[in-house]
């Protein structure tokens, strides 16, 4: 096994395979030359770069140099594109030996390695870009490109995904991707749009056929060493390469009139994996912006809003925003859906204070139940109240008539009077009573 070989095996992203593989063979082209006929690395061509990778450990070069050299000569290239050549070629090399000293590690980044991030001006990428461009791809193109758009699926994710991987019966459909092609390696599942299992379902009425003819046609790429085998076995959706992927989208822009290239990194503005950036802005729209970011792999909210949202939540919200990312409505039509989406929404707010407004409502209609019940109660103690005074009335009446030829029972009966009277006034029977012999008394001095 080769060293590229064996240090491969330790990493299952297939995305951090390609990436090493590619920054090692741009590196030994640099130091031997190019290796390649073509732009794209031929099969026969692989041993050939393992080989040279070997050899390079037993040539006792001077590593540093090579390294400062090589990254002067990729310094036009997008600043991160260089630092992330330089991240796999300093790894890849220190596990076969070959460190930077610490003081020649800082030279190559404060000096070599260009500053920044993206340089690469994109241009705008819409609803009526995209509706142009897939009027100018086939049934698989089309296909492919709503599966990026409405899924946010990466492109070689979207490669990846197999027969088995797909449910387009579910609403809205489901495509699973696994954690050893996704960028963070966590298994997670995304939906696509209505318009897309349509394309999808057209696609798979030819798949067949287009793979049988495939094979055919790669039959003689292979007798010359230029290709792999292809069998008619492959079980991915789209079993294609990312290059005829991106070949097909290439021409599709240049059909459609929106291909440009960028004046300083020569690369296209428009790209597939703007199609992500695309997804994630179009549903943030309308939902929380958790859910697209989670549904298309970003590691913080992948693990953070599934913990937050059930499947059901995450397939709800998709659908509330599907229409933003279906992409052959017209616009009259989507405009007016977002309308309506929009109004809905505020309908539901304003439905969501009415029915905290009606809880209210019916907890104060509840409170003066019991006032009324109270008043009642009271009430009925005050009639009970007036009906003992009277009674005791005609008590005081009998016992004053029965007194009335003896003094001294009159003088007790008049100090138990007068007690009475003042626990009365003070209130110990109650504000009734006391206010109605105020006002009796004042009336008898009136009088």
Same mark, same amino acid.
């Not at 080769?2 to 395979?17: G, I, K, M, P, V």
């Not at 596990?95 to 500053?115: A, C, F």
């Not at 793979?211 to 007798?223: D, I, Q, T």
């Not at 989208?249 to 503005?269: M, N, V």
């Given at each position: ?20 593989? &590619? ?8 130091? #031997? ?14 041993? $050939? ?25 990729? %310094? ?5 594109? *260089? ?11 220190? *596990? ?139 079980? $991915?959706?789209?079993? #294609? ?34 199609? $992500?950036?695309? #997804? ?24 953070? &809003? ?51 407004? %009606?809880?209210?409502?019916?907890s104060l209609i509840q409170k003066q139940a019991e006032i009324s019940r109270d008043l009642i109660f009271k009430n009925e103690e005050l009639t009970k109240s007036v009906d003992d005074l009277s009674e005791l009335s005609g ?5 004053? $008539?029965?007194? &009335? ?43």
């Amino acid at each position: 096994m080769s060293r590229l070989q064996e240090f491969l095996s330790d990493y299952q992203n297939a995305s951090t395979r390609t990436g090493y593989t &590619a920054s090692l063979r741009s590196f030994i082209d640099f130091v #031997y030359g190019s290796q390649r006929k073509g732009t794209r690395v031929a099969p026969d061509e692989i041993e $050939r770069y393992e080989i040279l990778i070997d050899q390079y450990f037993k040539d006792n070069r001077d590593y540093q140099k090579d390294v400062k050299e090589f990254l002067k000569s990729i %310094n036009n290239r997008a600043p991160l594109s *260089v630092r992330q050549t330089f991240n796999c070629l300093r790894e890849f090399m220190g *596990v076969n030996g070959l460190d930077l000293e610490k003081k020649e590690l800082r030279r190559i980044k404060k000096h070599v390695i260009p500053k920044g991030g993206v340089r690469t001006v994109e241009r705008e990428m819409d609803v009526e870009t995209l509706r142009s461009i897939l009027t100018h791809l086939d049934v698989k193109g089309r296909a492919m490109v709503l599966c990026l758009a409405s899924g946010g699926m990466r492109l070689n994710e979207l490669l990846a995904v197999t027969l088995d991987d797909v449910d387009l019966d579910t609403i809205p459909a489901k495509m699973i991707i696994r954690g050893n092609t996704a960028k963070n390696g966590h298994d997670r599942f995304t939906f696509v749009s209505a318009e897309c299992v349509s394309a999808v379902r057209e696609w798979l009425k030819v798949r067949d056929q287009y793979l049988a003819l495939s094979v055919k046609r790669n039959e003689g790429f292979v007798r010359n060493g230029r290709s792999k085998a292809k069998t008619q076995n492959d079980t $991915r959706l789209f079993p #294609y390469s990312d290059h005829i992927a991106i070949t097909m989208w290439e021409h599709a822009l240049k059909k459609s009139g929106y291909h440009s290239t960028d004046k300083t990194t020569g690369r296209s503005q428009i790209h597939l994996h703007m199609l $992500r950036k695309f #997804y994630i802005s179009q549903l943030s729209l309308l939902i929380s912006k958790e859910i697209p970011e989670a549904l298309c792999g970003h590691a913080g909210y992948l693990t953070g &809003a599934y913990r937050r949202y059930t499947a059901a939540q995450l397939a709800e919200g998709y659908r509330k925003a599907e229409h933003l990312v279906t992409i052959a409505m017209p616009k009259q039509i989507h405009e007016l859906q977002t309308e309506f989406q929009e109004r809905m929404q505020s309908q539901g707010v304003i439905l969501e204070r009415v029915v905290a407004e %009606n809880v209210e409502l019916k907890s104060l209609i509840q409170k003066q139940a019991e006032i009324s019940r109270d008043l009642i109660f009271k009430n009925e103690e005050l009639t009970k109240s007036v009906d003992d005074l009277s009674e005791l009335s005609g008590t005081f009446g009998k016992i004053i $008539r029965s007194v &009335a030829g003896d003094p001294a029972s009159a003088m007790v009966l008049q100090d138990g009077l007068s007690t009475f009277r003042k626990d009365i006034l003070d209130g110990k029977f109650g504000p009734v009573m006391r206010d109605r012999l105020v006002q009796r008394e004042a009336e008898h001095n009136t009088g």
